[in-house]
């Protein structure tokens, strides 16, 4: 069983989560791209074993540094976007005139690969077309899916890397996932991947 809060700050309102496993407590915090009072409160405690990036925009990962300080978790992403964590253009903070605290990719991941979580098991789906390497994370009932799927819509594709036609091929790609999941999306609320196969514009025969 998984538990999963959602912490959501920084000038985009961008979400956290902490997902924990409830068996052996281990938890995994996704896309930090805030340091705040909540966040620093949240993880007390914690037995944070890594730290999952969806993808390197500064949105995401600019509290990255900061919680790998405090819990010494390592960061997860896809290998195909480990350059945004160092490249400013592709990160956006310098159209921001931000400047990111650095941090280092601790594993490089693969599409279709198996990461876990205490007793719990995910896959890493390649998501391209926000970014070219994002990527979702999909456990037996969840889906933390970043920018490629949000309630209602999806990731803005005209950024660096950004591709209509493989954001229309990633979601596809979700679509096909077998059965249901909760969704928990880079930005607003949470969802039903059933509800999007039906609500979702983007997830439709006309876009796809």
């Known amino acids: 069983m998984l538990t999963v809060q959602r912490i959501c700050g920084g000038m985009l309102q961008t979400n956290c989560y902490l997902v924990t496993d409830a068996a052996t407590g281990q938890t995994a915090v996704v896309d930090p791209g805030f340091w705040n009072f909540q966040l620093e409160t949240a993880l007390e405690g914690k037995n944070v074993r890594a730290i999952w990036l969806t993808h390197g925009h500064f949105d995401h990962i600019s509290g990255a540094a900061q919680v790998q300080k405090a819990t010494g978790a390592p960061v997860y992403l896809h290998q195909d976007e480990e350059s945004f964590l160092t490249d400013v253009n592709l990160n956006l903070s310098a159209m921001m005139g931000m400047r990111l605290p650095p941090?280092?990719?601790?594993?490089?991941?693969?599409?279709?690969?198996?990461?876990?979580?205490?007793?719990?098991?995910?896959?890493?789906?390649?998501?391209?077309?926000?970014?070219?390497?994002?990527?979702?994370?999909?456990?037996?009932?969840?889906?933390?899916?970043?920018?490629?799927?949000?309630?209602?819509?999806?990731?803005?594709?005209?950024?660096?890397?950004?591709?209509?036609?493989?954001?229309?091929?990633s979601l596809e790609r979700l679509r096909q996932i077998p059965g249901d999941r909760e969704v928990y999306p880079g930005h607003g609320s949470s969802t039903t991947l059933a509800r999007e196969r039906k609500i979702n514009p983007y997830m439709g025969d006309t876009y796809l």
């Not at 280092?104 to 995910?122: C, N, P, R, V, Y």
């Not at 970014?131 to 969840?142: F, L, Q």
């Not at 999806?154 to 950004?162: A, L, Q, W």
């Open 103 to 169: 941090v280092e990719a601790g594993k490089l991941l693969q599409d279709g690969e198996t990461i876990f979580l205490g007793e719990s098991q995910f896959q890493v789906l390649h998501t391209p077309g926000h970014t070219a390497g994002g990527c979702c994370y999909v456990g037996e009932e969840i889906l933390f899916s970043g920018d490629t799927l949000m309630e209602g819509s999806v990731g803005r594709t005209d950024f660096p890397t950004g591709n209509w036609a493989q954001l229309s091929a």
